[in-house]
C-alpha cells in the first residue's frame, strides 16, 4: 500500500510538472500587442530587438485605429540624446501617421542625415511592429490579453491536477 502511495505521488508531481511546462507558453504570452478600446497598440520592445541604433535597440510603440497609423512613439532607448532628437525635429515618427497599413509598410522612409543608424533602427522598428499589427488585425478578432491567458492556461492546469488526485484517491480506495 506504501509503494503504491509513493508511485501516486510521484506520478501526481511529474503530472504537475509536465502540465506546468506545457503551460508556460501561455504564461509567457508575447506582450508585444494590446488593444484600448478599438485602438491597436504594438510594442516592439521584444520584436524589434534586433534593429540596433548607434547605441543598442529603438523601439517603439504603434497606435493603430480603423487599420491607419494614429502614431508612433518612441520608447527609452539608449541612443544619444541629441541624435535621437534630429529624428524628432525631421518628424521622422510622423512619417507613417493616417497611412493604412499597407501604405505604411510600403512607403520608403529616409533615414535623417547625421543619426543614420538611429533611424535606420527606428524604420526597422516600425515594419517590424506594423507586420505584426497588420497579422493580428488578419484574424478579424481581438486578442485576449495575455494576463486572461495566462489565468486560463492556470485554471486548466489546477482542473487536471484535481483530476488526477480525485482518481489516485479512488484508486487506493480500491486497493
Known amino acids: 500500500m506504501k509503494k503504491e502511495k509513493n508511485f501516486f505521488l510521484k506520478a501526481y508531481f511529474m503530472l504537475v510538472l509536465v502540465l506546468l511546462t506545457m503551460a508556460s507558453p501561455c504564461l509567457a504570452q508575447s506582450d508585444s500587442i494590446s ?17 540596433h541604433g548607434y547605441n543598442g535597440s529603438t ?3 504603434i497606435a493603430i485605429h480603423n487599420e491607419r497609423v494614429l502614431s508612433v512613439t518612441p520608447l527609452p532607448n539608449r541612443e544619444t540624446r541629441s541624435y ?12 507613417w ?10 512607403k520608403e522612409v529616409d533615414a ?8 535606420e533602427a527606428v524604420i526597422g522598428n516600425v515594419r517590424e511592429g506594423l507586420t505584426l499589427a497588420k497579422e493580428a488585425l ?6 485576449l490579453s495575455s494576463g486572461i491567458i495566462a489565468l486560463l492556461c492556470i485554471a486548466g492546469v ?9 482518481i489516485r484517491k479512488k484508486i487506493i480506495k480500491r486497493g
Not at 35 to 51: C, E, R
Not at 84 to 95: D, H, T
Not at 112 to 119: E, N
Not at 158 to 166: G, N, R, S, T
Open 158 to 166: 489546477l482542473v487536471l491536477c484535481a483530476a488526477v488526485f480525485l
Open 97 to 106: 501617421n493616417g497611412l493604412s497599413i499597407d501604405k505604411a509598410l510600403a
Open 138 to 143: 488578419g484574424k478579424q478578432e481581438k486578442p
Open 84 to 95: 535621437f532628437n534630429r529624428l524628432r525635429r525631421a518628424s521622422l515618427f510622423n512619417q
Open 112 to 119: 535623417v542625415s547625421g543619426a543614420t543608424y538611429s533611424s
Open 35 to 51: 488593444w484600448k478600446k478599438d485602438t491597436l497598440f504594438v510594442n516592439t520592445t521584444s520584436i524589434g530587438a534586433n534593429y
Open 59 to 61: 523601439p517603439v510603440v
